[in-house]
């Protein structure tokens, strides 16, 4: 059983939350 995939799905996920909130600044 491995969680390893669930942790970098939210990670992942934060990354691009990130990402566009830094863009729509961007603009």
Known sequence: ???DQEDSLSLLEELLVL???????GL
């Open 19 to 25: 990402y566009f909130h830094d863009w729509s600044w």
């Open 1 to 3: 059983m491995s969680c």
